[in-house]
Nanobody, 114 residues
Framework: QVYLVESGGGLVQAGGSLRLSCAASGIIFRINRMGWYRQAPGKQRELVATITSGDSLNYADSVKGRFTISRDNAKVYLQMNSLKPEDTGVYYC??????????WGKGTLVTVSS
């Protein structure tokens, strides 16, 4: 079992910045990919950004140029700049590890006021 704990969410005005952090713990044999997803009220969960063990990056078009994902061993970060009200939602940390199993954190709320 892999456990993920997110931190760094909060309330910020439009144009501001936040940095999310996620730490993985538990029985980890191999991390293939770590990333962030978000779910806005009334919407489905969507990909924000991912980073593979080889440091390949993938971003949603809506966050390109504003968000930066990075990784340090079993921790993953999301630097969010120029935040917009539409970035509001619960942000979930994800890892695909241990032979292709997906694990999820409980989420951290990001609220961007206009």
């Amino acid at each position: 079992q892999v456990y993920l704990v997110e931190s760094g969410g909060g309330l910020v005005q439009a144009g501001g910045s936040l940095r999310l952090s996620c730490a993985a713990s538990g029985i980890i044999f191999r991390i293939n990919r770590m990333g962030w997803y978000r779910q806005a009220p009334g919407k489905q969960r969507e990909l924000v950004a991912t980073i593979t063990s080889g440091d390949s990056l993938n971003y949603a078009d809506s966050v390109k140029g504003r968000f930066t994902i990075s990784r340090d061993n079993a921790k993953v970060y999301l630097q969010m700049n120029s935040l917009k009200p539409e970035d509001t939602g619960v942000y979930y940390c994800n890892t695909n590890s241990n032979g292709g199993v997906d694990f999820w954190g409980k989420g951290t709320l990001v609220t961007v006021s206009s």
